[in-house]
T-cell receptor, first 115, second 107 residues
Framework: NAGVTQTPKFRVLKTGQSMTLLCAQD?????MYWYRQDPGMGLRLIHY???????AKGEVPDGYNVSRLKKQNFLLGLESAAPSQTSVYFC??????????????FGNGTRLTVT | KNEVEQSPQNLTAQEGEFITINCSYS?????LHWLQQHPGGGIVSLFM???GKKKHGRLIATINIQEKHSSLHITASHPRDSAVYIC?????????FGTGTSLTVIP
């Protein structure tokens, strides 16, 4: 099993450009999450999904959109990138909620720089 | 407002020392997770616990639900334990993360 795979690993964008980050998991997990990690701050939730076809906003959703058309994929889109979106982005997944032993599995991260 | 507070922020230890990292939280939780982030950036889950204590090798995690506090202990620390350790509280659908404790173990 590959686990959670994020692409790309690195990206540099100019202000106003758009891009899509792809997260793929092969563990049949229901829950998927997109986080951003900034220096001095904990991981912050952008959007999440509790199943195929469902998405919900997290703590910092502005400027991002997501889609979960297939259970194994969770896409994060930036329609018009801004320098404030410079960050490291992590995708994570878990089998179900916390009522079963369901740890988080993380991708290796995408380092995005917006100039 | 920080739902999760970790201490210390930075920790330097000599190889072999016993290490404790603390986590306090203010929200109702269904579970608490300890994560490890290596210098390369990857994050792995160490523990998920909702009560009592768990042990994996030299790592021990404890939680006191009444006091809303958890600790991560590392016995006989080793340079390969150098990493950032992150506490995350699990409300069922969402997580709240601490800012991490950066641990450096010197040979």
């Amino acid at each position: 099993n590959a686990g959670v795979t994020q692409t790309p690993k690195f990206r540099v964008l100019k202000t106003g450009q758009s891009m899509t980050l792809l997260c793929a998991q092969d563990m049949n997990h229901e829950y998927m999450y997109w986080y951003r990690q900034d220096p001095g701050m904990g991981l912050r939730l952008i959007h999440y999904s509790v199943g195929e076809g469902t998405t919900a906003k997290g703590e910092v959703p502005d400027g991002y959109n997501v889609s979960r058309l297939k259970k194994q994929n969770f896409l994060l889109g930036l329609e018009s990138a801004a320098p404030s979106q410079t960050s490291v982005y992590f995708c994570a997944s878990r089998l179900l909620g916390s009522w079963i032993n369901s740890p988080l599995h993380f991708g290796n991260g995408t380092r995005l720089t917006v100039t | 407002k920080n739902e999760v507070e970790q201490s210390p922020q930075n920790l330097t230890a000599q190889e072999g020392e016993f290490i404790t990292i603390n986590c306090s939280y203010s929200v109702g939780i269904s579970a608490l997770h300890w994560l490890q982030q290596h210098p390369g950036g990857g994050i792995v889950s160490l523990f998920m616990l909702s009560s009592g204590k768990k042990k994996h090798g030299r790592l021990i995690a404890t939680i006191n639900i009444q006091e809303k506090h958890s600790s991560l202990h590392i016995t006989a620390s080793h340079p390969r334990d150098s990493a950032v350790y992150i506490c995350a509280v699990d409300t069922g659908n969402q997580f709240y993360f601490g800012t991490g404790t950066s641990l450096t173990v010197i040979p």
